[in-house]
């Protein structure tokens, strides 16, 4: 899998808040670790069909270890801005490769035992067309991307990464500033895809949308929900900082 380089998703989220400098070695090396389990989860997928069981345990054991691993880097903070936005780029990188791994794991281990190249091929046209618009995304190309996530909607109605691929969409209309659009694909991450884990940071954007938006009841609502329902996420720390804000400003 190709690596490309990640210059303007960090506008995207917010959700990447650094504070903690003693910990950055040791967030480092697990960046490391979980890279390296990648790669050997990516050899496996293209050499041996047979391990396609095991695989998809082993992913979802490496998702519940990416998260943990996410919100250690929101609480790093380094003396050089250089060294923060590696890390970044590393999650970023490490977010998009596991999800287009759970996809063609998902996808062979559907299509049965015989491995034929056939059964394979719509998996990874699904991964390939999700990464492609995932790439556009990070360049900053946000019309790209923005048409890259919609056809990837249209073309797959059965993928497992549908849910992320919509809240990736509703973050172009968000960073464009296309509040109202945004706040009504953020809401369809939360109504359609109930199990993703994007839910939170898409509660986290409704409550900023409806911010932008000065409905100021309904902001409060979202961000309370976020806090409520994932207290220990990273989208409830900057949902009560959102709503502390609000507070200072008397809204």
């Not at 041996?48 to 998260?67: G, K, P, S, Y």
């Not at 559907?110 to 360049?139: C, E, M, W």
């Not at 209309?173 to 991450?189: D, G, N």
Request: with cysteine.
């Amino acid at each position: 899998m190709t690596r490309h380089p990640l210059t303007a998703l960090l506008v995207l989220s917010g959700l990447i808040a650094l504070t903690a400098p003693a910990s950055a070695q040791s967030t480092r090396d697990r960046v490391s670790t979980l890279e390296n389990k990648v790669l050997t989860l990516e050899r496996l997928l293209e050499n041996n069909q047979a391990v396609q069981t095991d695989l998809l345990r082993r992913i979802q054991a490496l998702q519940t270890e990416n998260q943990s691993l996410r919100e250690d880097i929101d609480r790093l903070q380094f003396d050089s801005g250089q060294g923060a936005d590696r890390q970044r780029q590393l999650y970023l990188d490490l977010d998009a490769r596991l999800q287009a791994l759970e996809a063609r794991g998902g996808g062979a281990a559907v299509a049965g035992t015989d491995g034929g190249g056939a059964d394979a091929a719509p998996a990874l046209n699904d991964a390939d067309s999700y990464q492609a618009a995932f790439d556009q995304l990070k360049a900053g190309r946000y019309e790209e991307a923005q048409q890259g996530f919609l056809k990837f909607l249209t073309d797959f109605p059965d993928s497992t990464m549908r849910g992320n691929a919509q809240y990736w969409l509703a973050e172009t209309y968000y960073v464009t500033r296309e509040f109202r659009t945004a706040l009504a694909s953020f809401q369809k991450v939360i109504t359609d895809y109930p199990t993703t884990r994007k839910v939170p940071d898409a509660w986290l954007k409704v409550g900023y949308c409806n911010y932008e938006l000065q409905n100021w009841s309904e902001a409060r609502a979202a961000l309370n929900t976020a806090v409520a329902r994932y207290p220990d996420s990273t989208a409830a720390r900057l949902a009560n900082e959102r709503l502390a804000q609000m507070r200072s400003e008397g809204r």
